[in-house]
């Protein structure tokens, strides 16, 4: 059984910084295009950070030059670095296969909430 579980979140300050990290169990993370997502309260969720097998990472321009998404192989987890963290950045952030027909279903995510 497929799981994946996100963990990390939090009640930062703006300018404040947290790291998200989603373990793998029943799949191999390093051979997928991973991503992470976010979606806040009345929004869609979007992709806000991707890494392919070879190691390549992609950013949607609002997180670009704050966030680093990463991957530890060896222990099947995927990271999401996040600094210089903004109120806008509250959302509740997913990890997920960016390939629509390798997505596997959603966990429960984890919650980060930007406020002074």
């Known amino acids: 059984q497929v799981q994946l579980v996100e963990s990390g979140g939090g009640l930062v300050q703006p300018g404040g910084s947290l790291r998200l990290s989603c373990a793998a169990s029943?799949?191999?993370?390093?051979?997928?295009?991973m991503g992470w997502y976010r979606q806040a309260p009345g929004k869609q969720r979007e992709l806000v950070a991707t890494?392919?097998?070879?190691?390549?990472?992609g950013y949607t321009d609002s997180v670009k030059g704050r966030f680093t998404i990463s991957r530890d192989n060896a222990k099947n987890t995927l990271y999401l670095q996040m600094n210089s963290l903004k109120p806008e950045d509250t959302a509740v952030y997913y990890c997920?296969?960016?390939?629509?027909?390798?997505?596997?279903?959603w966990g429960q995510g984890t919650q980060v909430t930007v406020s002074s």
């Open positions: 890494i392919i097998r070879a190691g390549a990472t």
């Open positions: 997920n296969m960016v390939e629509l027909n390798t997505r596997r279903p």
């Open positions: 029943g799949v191999t993370l390093s051979i997928y295009a």
